[in-house]
């Protein structure tokens, strides 16, 4: 059965830290992994990985893709109270149609 | 442009009712998915719907049934409503579907089973 798993559960920093949330993956036909940050609403979408080795950076926001270990990392430098939210790890499987498996999240809390 | 619209944003119902949730997509984006979030479960894939036709199911009893509209607007419905199915229902919506197109959210409806 397909399984996307992401640690830690939870996490509390303090702002200015540097984090790294966790995401492993046993999913048949991998055709992406998508990562996702959650406040109170809709789910809006940060990086798709398809490529091992190839770093997505966005501003403070980083991830990578390691296909031969199925993981991924996310990473937040400088933290700020803003970004405390749950981070939703997504992983692209196709057999015949497409879907997509979530993880469970990890829920951020960053302290001012 | 306009994101993905979900009415009602929250809705209070009791055991046994049904409900109807609405879907409208990002203009141009004919494929919707359904999820069903909760707390420890994260998102449970329900079904995804492209050009009015049910393309793909998640593993949910046929209490749980869903359409799509000509115009790609996507309706779910749940009947003989249980306490469990208390949840943040969220849909998903891409061109296409699939070939590494990320899935744009909307804010979900809230439904609350008393």
């Known amino acids: 059965e397909d399984k996307v798993v992401q640690s830690p559960l939870s996490l509390v920093v303090h702002e200015g830290d540097t984090v790294t949330l966790n995401c492993s993956y046993e999913?048949?036909?991998?055709?992406?992994l998508l990562w996702y940050k959650q406040e109170k609403k809709a789910p809006t979408f940060l990086f798709m990985l398809t490529s091992s080795g190839i770093e997505k950076k966005s501003g403070r926001l980083s991830s990578i893709l390691d296909k031969k270990e199925l993981f991924s990392i996310l990473n937040i430098t400088a933290t700020q109270t803003g970004d405390s939210a749950v981070y939703l790890c997504?992983?692209?499987?196709?057999?015949?149609?497409?879907?997509?498996?979530f993880g469970t999240g990890t829920r951020l809390k960053v302290l001012a | 442009k306009a994101g993905v619209t979900q009415t009602p944003r929250y809705l209070i119902k009791t055991r046994g009712q049904q409900v109807t949730l609405s879907c409208s997509p990002i203009?141009?984006?004919?494929?919707v998915s359904w999820y069903q979030q909760t707390p420890g479960q994260g998102l449970q894939f329900l079904f995804e719907y492209f050009s009015e036709t049910q393309r793909n199911k998640g593993n949910f009893p046929g209490r749980f049934s869903g359409r799509q509209f000509s115009n790609s607007r996507s309706e779910m419905n749940v009947s003989t409503l249980e306490l469990g199915d208390s949840a943040l229902y969220l849909c998903?919506?891409?061109?296409?579907?699939?070939?590494?197109?990320?899935?744009?959210f909307g804010d979900g409806t809230r439904l609350s089973i008393l």
């Open positions: 998903a919506t891409t061109f296409m579907g699939g070939n590494n197109q990320p899935q744009h």
């Open positions: 997504a992983v692209e499987s196709h057999s015949g149609t497409y879907k997509y498996i």
């Open positions: 999913v048949t036909n991998f055709r992406s």
């Open positions: 203009s141009g984006h004919r494929s």
